[in-house]
């Protein structure tokens, strides 16, 4: 299909692994694909420039940051910095989750859709290789389709913009995958939670750890650079 052939679309763009597939997709999908990043207050900010660099190599039409402080409320080791990113797995949902994180990008991607007149809102979450995020399975995912349906003006006259999650139930070597069939350029990507400023990798954390055994089980050579020990 031809790029532009459905029209906009926000493509939330972290910077990492799923949203630079996710864009690649979207893009394949026939969307002309406005991205959409999200400056929460992180604890580095190597996944927005990484995020730049995939807007420009994925061909994205625009690309904008938004800022909105979530680690003026803090709560998560992504936000606050006196709380470590933890270097190994634990039980239930981890200090890295965000509150309402998820919420968040997706209110923001919704205002932006109905701007752009869009028809769709691609996110990249995930819940089959992920770290158990309330705020990336399919109960939410629906449940925002709902609030998106009811909550602005393009929704309650049945033009409101199609909650897109195309990789909510694949695994993280199907999604390496699929970027490597579209040409995704994993080497631009930053996934770790705990990156330098040069955006190389702790690998330790659930992030690092989700992502490589993604490239592994795919049998596709993993680009990530890590920092020192």
Excluded: W
Excluded at 71 to 92: F, K
Excluded at 94 to 111: C, E, K, Q, S
Excluded at 146 to 158: I, M, N, S
Aim: glycine content about 10%.
């Amino acid at each position: 299909m031809n790029e532009s052939a459905r029209g906009p679309a926000v493509v939330l763009l972290s910077g990492g692994l799923d949203s630079a597939t996710v864009l690649a997709m979207a893009r394949a999908d026939g969307y002309l694909c406005h991205a959409l990043s999200i400056d929460y207050g992180q604890r580095h900010g190597a996944e927005l420039a990484a995020a730049a660099r995939v807007a420009a190599a994925g061909g994205a039409a625009s690309h904008r940051t938004v800022s909105v402080n979530l680690d003026a409320i803090g709560g998560s080791a992504l936000t606050d910095v006196s709380i470590d990113v933890p270097s190994s797995p634990s039980a239930g949902i981890p200090v890295t989750y965000v509150p309402a994180r998820n919420t968040v990008f997706l209110a923001i991607a919704l205002g932006y859709a109905e701007v752009l007149a869009a028809s769709a809102i691609f996110v990249g979450v995930n819940a089959v290789d992920y770290s158990g995020y309330p705020d990336c399975r399919p109960a939410f995912i629906d449940a925002f389709q709902v609030l998106a349906d009811v909550a602005t003006k393009a929704g309650v006259e049945g033009q409101g913009p199609r909650i897109a999650a195309p990789l909510l139930r694949l695994s993280k070597a199907d999604i390496v995958r699929r970027g490597q069939e579209l040409g995704v350029d994993y080497g631009l990507t930053v996934s770790c939670y705990n990156a330098d400023p040069q955006g190389r990798a702790c690998g330790q954390c659930d992030a690092c750890r989700l992502r490589a055994e993604g490239f592994r089980a795919a049998g596709v050579a993993d680009p990530t650079i890590y920092f020192p020990a």
